[in-house]
Each structure stands twice: as C-alpha cells, then as structure tokens.
C-alpha cells in the first residue's frame, strides 16, 4: 500500500468511525474541496471541512461508506463509494483525492452525478 493509499483509506476509516479528530487530521491545513463538473470551490481550509463533516455527516448514526473501487496513481487515489446516509437513502460517490508531499491529502474532487 503506498503512503497515498495509506492516508486515503485512514480518512475513510475515520469517516465510517464518524471521528471528526482523526478524519480531519488527514488534510492539509489548505485542503481545497471541489464539486465536478462546476470546479467549484466548496470547502478551503481544514476547518471549513470538520465543520462541514460535524454538521452534515457525523451526525447520522447510521453513516457508511463502503468502497467499490479504488485507483492509485502516483499521489492521487480515486475512490468509488456507497454511502449510506440514513440507513434508507444511499449514494454513489467518486472522490479523487490529491496527496501532498507530507503525507496529507491536499485537494479533493467530487464528481457530482449528472
């Protein structure tokens, strides 16, 4: 498994655990958060993203993410999930998550469903 993959699957860990402190200690400080196709800039700074995570996700009980498929190329993975939210509404996501040098995740790609 390569430090890429490593840190990628320990946020995923973390966000099925629903533990904000270690979920959020796999960004950077200057994590970017985009929506595909858009590009659209919709979360800037590791703060922004645990007070996203904390009021829209780790408060559902029943929240799991189960992975489809993965992708490693060089510092980026790309991670197809299932994400259950409630227990009844479910999604597909896609996640391309870019690794910075530090060992953190840098920047991350959702592909919105068209």
Request: charged share 25%; glycine share 4%; proline share 2%.
């Amino acid at each position: 498994m390569t430090a890429a993959e490593r840190i990628v699957q320990a946020q995923l860990d973390a966000y099925n655990a629903r533990n904000l402190e270690a979920f959020a200690a796999c960004y950077a400080e200057d994590v970017k958060v985009y929506r595909l196709p858009a590009m659209t800039l919709s979360l800037n700074g590791r703060a922004a993203l645990a007070d996203h995570y904390a009021s829209k996700r780790f408060n559902l009980p029943r929240l799991h993410a189960a992975l489809l498929h993965r992708i490693v190329q060089g510092s980026r993975v790309i991670d197809h999930e299932d994400v259950t939210l409630d227990g009844e509404n479910r999604l597909r996501a896609v996640a391309i998550y870019d690794v910075n040098a530090d060992g953190l995740i840098a920047a991350v790609w959702f592909v919105d469903a068209e």
